[in-house]
């Protein structure tokens, strides 16, 4: 073994490195946090190569002052916190004081910066950490970065990026997450000279999504409001339609940081079940609010994951918002026809703090060619300047009306049936088609539900017991969780030090719960889940909905049929079926006489 010693500061610099500067969405990823922390109103990120030849993000902040812009890269320097204790009450994006010094130790980088009260600004350049300049420069209040030839001394980091297409949507994904989270910024994100989206900074998140993922989501969205024990919640859901392969716009936040918690997803897609088909994940952008002192968000370097001193209140609190959400409003997909879209009212979004530094992105490109001997692709447009149209603030969206009560259907009256299957019932200007299969689904699925909420689930006494052996974490989980068995119709005991008795099991729809139900349920609860009494008992009871439910094709009476509606527009949703399926689409007066040119 070798002799021990003490590492160089070099060596140092680019280990420590590792744990913030992952890629190029992580360096843009720290220094918007900065430029938000400094009060920045607009903030521009643009990139090139998918981040690794430049990076620029360029703010209309507070600036640094420019005797402490040498200390601003030092590791552990931040104007964030001073002691430990600080972190209790912390509301900035960063306070580590690690990033600015990881950045540079892996990249050659500049930094142009000036305070409002200063009459001139420093620009100030390093490379691999080292400084290498720094000048007096005439430039607006603000900061601007430049960060190029990223991994330049860490070739074995570089060969592990992937290519510029995914390293950018990394980027974009990052940009999006940070406007989402703060709506009253303006964001431009500028790929390859070319801008992909602009958000107005004018404090409506609705807006914000618009300029980001266009009108058609936009317009699906209902608002999540809530408040419990000090917390609040507030954002938007997307109706089912808007639901993904993956769980990739799923956006939330906690004190505007954009965050990964087990706790908010687990309530967030909790609230969704049974409105989504499997593998389908919901459209969401909201806002957490609570005391800092109850989230700990230094238990990572980046600052995604966070904890909190209670999840069960911030399970309850998310789970119950979304949930009245969804409860009010229709979730009836529509058949509509094609409306021409109108002409959008569009202008051009100034931001001369960003136009004046061209010719520093410009210098940095050239002296990146010149070390490295390669020609950089010139672009079609200047980087502050876009080939197409830009978003406005002014920029106009389609309302929608998701507080709106869930339809009154009761008096809908039943007027035929198609292939079989499908019922058509009408009622005032709309009229709908029922899948019967779907739709006893729900009412089944619903009756059982309420059968649990009242505590009426019946049970089965097995001829003979089964013996289920439990290592320690599995017991405890049991032992947390009991009394949630036992609402759900088992009888379980306990039988020696590791291993229970299961003597009765839940009896749904005229059969027996497999004798795995225990298991399977066991092994999808965790020892500090909040403890919901039915929750994991949905995908065993979906299933047994759906084999005793009437079929396509099976024959039903005209009298049997209209029960059947009634039961189901009697629900709070009946608008899909436990698995996700839509139970009924519809259709307005309106569309169909569009479609048949009766009005233009």
Known sequence: MGKIHLLEQSTINKIAAGEVVE?????????????IDAGAADIAVEIREGGTSLIRVTDNGEGIPSGEVPSAFLRHATSKISRIEDLEEALSLGFRGEALASIAAVSILEIITKTPEALTGVRYGLEGGAERFREEIGCPAGTTLLVGDLFFNVPAR??????????????????????????GVGF???????TRFQTPGNGKLQDAVFAVFGKDTASKLLPVRGEKEGMRI???????????????????????RSVRSKVVQRALEDAFKTKLPLHKYPFSVFQLELDPGRVDVNVHPTKMEVRFKDDHAVYTLVHQSVSTALLGASLTPELSAPTPLPAAVRERTPEPFETVRREEVENLLQRVEERMGISMPSDSAPPGETSGESFGPRQ??????????????????????????????????????IDQHAAHERVLYDRLLAEVERGQVHSQVLLEPLVVELHLGELEVYKRHAEHFKTLGFEVEQFGSGSVLVRSVPYVFSSPMGSGGFLEILDGLEADAPPDRHQRLLEEVAGKACKAAVKAHDKLSRAEYAKLVEDLFSLENPYTCPHGRPTMISMSQYELEKKFKRIQ
């Not at 570089?158 to 406007?179: G, I, M, N, Q, W």
């Not at 431009?188 to 070319?194: A, L, P, S, Y």
């Not at 507030?234 to 004190?255: I, L, Q």
């Open 158 to 183: 570089k060969k592990f990026l992937k290519s510029p297409a995914t390293e950018a949507s990394y980027v974009s994904d990052a940009v999006t997450r940070l406007a989402l989270a703060h709506p």
């Open 396 to 433: 106009e969206i389609l309302e929608d009306a998701g507080v709106q009560a869930r339809e009154q259907l009761a008096d809908a009256v039943l007027v035929g049936q198609l292939f079989g299957t499908y019922w058509l019932a009408s009622q005032g200007d709309r009229f709908y088609i």
């Open 188 to 194: 431009k994100f500028i790929n390859n000279g070319q």
């Open 23 to 35: 890629r190029p969405a992580s360096i843009v990823k720290e220094l918007v946090e900065n430029s």
């Open 234 to 256: 507030t954002g938007f859901v997307g109706k089912p339609e808007t639901a993904r392969g993956n769980r990739s716009y799923e956006y939330y936040h906690v004190n505007g």
